[in-house]
């Protein structure tokens, strides 16, 4: 070969190489990148995990009252009177309840786990202890049920809590290890032997009977790559599976596999982690868990859908046991601890009722929690909402009662004290289409400034006041009949006494916008059902109000108070806000109609209205509201009222300021007929506030004898037709 020949080879040659270097070097970087944004991006994203409210139970609370028997089984709970409850279960005896509370997200947010001991007196809770540390406490958080997941990006929906390698159990780790993987901390990422060996053995079998993936391998195919069995995509696990042991230590790998190591499902949705199914499937912390429950989980692993727990207990137990002995041979547990474990059944934690239907719900979470931060305290993809899913099931249970026309609209349970969401139920299209623009659904906000003194102690008029009545015969009734009568018309006679801005300036203060047109007519501007929640709420509770949300309670907050629920305060006196609620009292739910102030601080509210596209009905008292919206004319008003009556949760004030009746308010009873101070011979008396110094002081002088079958003014507005 000629010098030249020999150059120009030459010249070839290191070419050659240092274009394979350079491929190998960019082959490298592209490699080393995809490993790192795996590991660094998406390995950290996790899915939300949209959590009911937890469920109070306190001393004093009637078991019927709190449904806690259909809270227990919703959650999966059983009940077990042949012995002591074991996770998951309760019993019940005469005088007594115990509950052995599973783990749940939110242990140590006022949240506990272990056996409660509830002392009762008939269904009444007396005392509760706490077991494990022998404590008597006033009350304890049942656990929240799952209402939904908002998926990570790029996957889908899935149940996965993330948790720290040094949380993992020994025994957990020695368990999978010995299966899945005995010489993890030995190999590079791929196992040439345990390759070798799988190799002769699919041979030998002439079909695939044995495996030889590495958990690096493992953790690599299940978050990059598909399942499919081709040359390609094994060929790919196997350089990135060298790439990412070369990168991150093992435990580091170890970690990112339990976490990310799918272990069957818990109804429909996946079970992603050590964690969750220690939880899913034991009612346990990982941390909790025994040498048992560990060889389990272990056993899982190799095929989720066929080792199944659930459906398949003797096989399971059979990889179980057949785990533990490996746990035994290596000198891992003691033969006394093989032979226990070995001996126990296969138990596992059984699912509760489906979730609610709340997607609307679930994407107000997601656009809530994407503009607040969450709480330190907290797993950072479980968040807590302010649900009762009990109570939603039931909302959603009666409006499909109520037909077709009550499922396409709205139905909105709330506190107004904090502003949480209760219950909610949206249309299929979950789209607003109404107007929400009637004034005849604000009047009794309207007519704020009627009852609010211009000086001390001198309002315009009090319930007792007569006025002429709306209507053409010119009447005089009394201030309350003549708003059941036409509440529109007297609104507007109202703002001809008052001036229109004033009754605008009143509605503002609830956040109702509102303007007068053609020089007389008061228009409201479009309020969608949430937003007339809002404004019914501030009514509700006396003039304070949390901004409507889907916040989890207080307790699961941390001290921030950037996180703590928002307020929004009138400056209507709650003596005025008292007064406008017991204009539209429902004493129909009041079984005495002469019961003292506590009784009408405590009873309902209601108001029905109708407008262009539908009909309003709403149902509040201090601790709770209820607004039914059906886009129907039609419906039954008396059906409305019922329904909305009974999802309004049961009043429940505790001992404090809310309990009391607001200060400047004097009472009287007095005559339905006369509107003067009852006598024992008046059969017809209305129980009604008054602001100090306007009280009626005259004694009614009507004989009664011959009006015993008269009728109660103090009964529900039925609209005109």
């Known amino acids: 070969m000629s ?10 040659l290191k070419k050659t190489v240092i274009y394979f270097v350079i491929c190998l070097l960019i082959a490298t970087a592209v490699i080393g990148s995809i490993i790192i944004w795996t590991f660094e991006v998406k390995l950290q994203r996790w899915p939300m995990m949209i959590f009911s409210a937890p469920t109070t139970i306190k001393e004093g609370n009637n078991l019927e009252d709190i449904q806690l028997t259909t809270r227990l089984a919703r959650l999966g709970y059983l009940r077990n009177d042949s012995r002591d409850p074991v996770v998951g279960e309760w019993r019940q005896t005469v005088s007594e309840l115990t509950i052995f509370l ?19 007196d008939d269904d009444t809770i007396k005392s509760i202890r706490l077991m494990r540390s022998s404590q008597d406490v006033k009350s304890f958080e049942l656990e929240p049920e799952l209402l939904g997941i908002v998926p990570a990006k790029g996957r889908s929906p899935e149940m996965c809590i993330p948790i720290r390698l040094d949380q993992v159990p020994s025994l957990l780790i020695d368990s999978i290890l010995l299966t899945e993987d005995n010489r993890f901390y030995s190999h590079n990422g ?4 345990s390759i070798y060996r799988a190799l002769i053995s699919n041979l030998q079998a002439g079909r695939y009977v044995q495996g030889a993936s590495t958990i690096t391998q493992q953790l690599i195919r299940m978050t990059l790559l598909n399942p499919e069995k081709t040359l390609w995509r094994k060929s790919l696990e196997i350089v990135l599976s060298l790439g990412a042991d070369a990168i991150y230590s093992k435990n580091s790998i170890l970690e990112a596999y339990l976490n990310r190591v799918y272990l069957g499902q818990f109804g429909s949705i996946p079970i992603i982690g050590v964690s969750e199914a220690a939880r899913n499937f034991f009612g346990k912390s990982v941390d909790q868990i025994d040498v048992s429950e560990c060889a389990l989980i272990a056993a899982i692993i190799r095929a989720p859908n066929i080792i199944n727990p659930f ?54 979470v997601k656009q809530q929690i994407l503009k607040e931060k969450t709480s330190d305290n907290a797993p950072r993809n479980c968040v807590a909402t302010s649900m009762d899913p009990a109570l939603q099931a039931e909302l959603e249970l009666k409006l499909r009662k109520l037909g077709e026309a009550a499922q396409q609209g709205y139905a909105i349970v709330a506190n107004p004290k904090s502003g ?32 609010t003194p211009q000086q001390v102690n001198d309002p315009l008029y009090t319930l007792a006041s007569q006025i002429i009545s709306p209507g053409t015969d010119n009447r005089r009734l009394a201030f309350a009949e003549a708003f059941k009568t036409d509440r529109q018309e007297l609104v507007r006679k109202i703002a001809e006494v008052i001036g229109a801005e004033k009754v605008i300036n009143a509605l503002g203060e609830f956040n109702v916008e509102a303007k007068v047109v053609d020089g007389q007519k008061i228009l409201i501007a479009p309020m969608t059902p949430l937003e007339v929640v809002q404004s019914y709420s501030a009514l509700a509770n006396l003039g304070s109000a949390g901004v409507i949300n889907c916040r989890p ?32 009292r429902d004493h129909q739910g009041l079984k005495n109609m002469n019961d003292g102030p506590q009784k009408l601080l405590m009873s309902p509210s209601f108001l029905f209205a109708s407008d262009h596209f539908g009909l309003w009905s709403i149902a509040y008292h201090r601790t709770a509201i209820a607004l039914i919206r059906i886009p129907s004319s039609s419906f039954s008003t008396k059906l409305a ?42 059969p017809l008396v209305n129980l009604l506030p008054f602001l100090s110094g306007t009280q009626p002081d005259e004694w009614c002088t009507l004989r009664h004898e011959a009006d015993h079958d008269a009728k109660p003014l103090e009964k529900m507005w039925v609209p005109p037709k």
């Not at 791929?190 to 032997?193: E, G, N, Q, S, Y």
């Not at 009138?570 to 406008?580: G, M, Q, T």
């Not at 329904?643 to 009287?668: E, H, K, M, N, Y």
């Open 553 to 584: 309670p207080t307790a699961l907050y941390n001290t921030d108070q950037a996180n703590r629920p928002k307020q929004i305060v009138v400056s209507i006196p709650p003596a005025v806000l008292f007064i406008i609620n017991s204009l539209i």
């Open 102 to 120: 599973r783990y749940c997200p939110f242990v140590g947010n006022r949240l506990i786990e272990g056996p409660v001991t509830i002392s009762l």
């Open 190 to 193: 791929i196992d040439l032997i």
């Open 311 to 364: 459906k398949h207990p003797s096989r399971t137990q059979a990889r179980r046991n057949m785990i533990l002995g490996l746990l035994f041979k290596h000198s891992k547990i003691s033969r006394d601890t093989y032979e226990e474990a070995i001996s126990k059944p296969v138990q596992m934690f059984k699912p509760g009722a489906p979730s609610p239907r709340v997607g609307s719900f679930i994407e107000m």
């Open 641 to 682: 009222r019922k329904v909305t009556l009974d999802i309004l949760p049961a009043p429940s004030i505790d001992q404090g300021r809310d309990s009391t009746i607001p200060p400047g308010l004097v009472f009287r009873k007095l005559c339905a007929e006369s509107g003067l101070r009852a006598t024992s011979t008046c």
């Open 3 to 12: 010098p030249r020949s020999k150059k120009t080879v030459r010249l070839f």
């Open 420 to 451: 949480g969401i209760l219950a909610y139920v949206t249309p299929t299209s979950e789209r607003w289409d109404g107007s929400g623009g009637d004034m005849e659904l604000f009047s009794p906000m309207a007519l704020a400034p009627a009852f």
